[in-house]
């Protein structure tokens, strides 16, 4: 069975620094990959930054950054110079095993984070 | 950019009442899925989709609900008896592949 874990609740960070989400995880799967998603007080659930359980390099997607460490099953979300847009809920997601397509995402409890101008 | 829709976007409903929460998934993807959030919770799998049938389901995906994509763009959720436990946030996401893209979601509230 596959389980994330966020232990951050929340996070309060001034504006332009840069803030680091902690999420680790637990899978027997040699195959699996890690999400972030964003979900302002709108309730949406956006997209950030995907990495690949065999993906050598981590993660980019502009200010958003992922610090993937497998041996210690790991994969931390990194914003740089953070703005108020940047304040929402954080959920770390996982989908496993060998089969890609059709899986399903299991989420971590979510991180608030609040950026103080 | 393309993205998943949802309709409605809040529905109240009676205890016992059916309801149909409606999606339409980006268009050339090929694996849908439905995920609920209680209030303040974290996202739960409800079913995933792919070639006209289930590939799986969570123990929350019981016999009061059933999926459907009945013309090849529409993708839907069916609640045949709602429960108070029923309200919550309902996302339809779709994938190409690997990523997920969510809809924005359908606030069911049960009365």
């Known amino acids: 069975a596959q389980k994330i874990t966020q232990t951050q609740p929340g996070m309060f960070v001034q504006e332009k620094e840069a803030v680091t989400l902690d999420c680790t995880y637990d899978?027997?799967?040699?195959?699996?990959?890690l999400f972030w998603y964003k979900q302002p007080s709108s309730g949406e659930m956006i997209f950030l930054i995907y990495?690949?359980?065999?993906?050598?390099q981590n993660a980019t997607e502009g200010r958003y950054s992922l610090n993937f460490q497998k041996a210690r099953k790991s994969a931390n979300l990194v914003i740089s110079a953070s703005q108020l847009g940047d304040s929402a809920m954080y959920f770390c997601a996982m989908r496993g095993g060998e089969i890609q397509g059709a899986q399903k995402l299991v989420f971590g409890q979510g991180t608030r984070l609040t950026i103080n101008p | 950019e393309p993205e998943v829709t949802q309709t409605p976007s809040h529905q109240v409903t009676q205890m016992g009442q059916e309801v149909i929460l409606r999606c339409v998934p980006i268009?050339?993807?090929?694996?849908f899925y439905w995920y609920r959030q209680i209030l303040g919770q974290k996202v739960e799998f409800l079913v995933s989709f792919y070639n006209n049938e289930i590939s799986e389901k969570s123990e929350i995906f019981d016999d009061q609900f059933s999926v459907e994509r009945p013309d090849g763009s529409n993708f839907t959720l069916k609640i045949r008896s709602t429960k108070l436990e029923d309200s919550a946030m309902y996302f339809c996401?779709?994938?190409?592949?690997?990523?997920?893209?969510f809809g924005p979601g359908t606030r069911l509230t049960v009365l």
């Open positions: 899978t027997s799967d040699p195959s699996y990959g």
């Open positions: 990495q690949g359980s065999y993906d050598q």
């Open positions: 996401a779709s994938s190409p592949w690997d990523e997920q893209f």
């Open positions: 268009s050339n993807h090929l694996y």
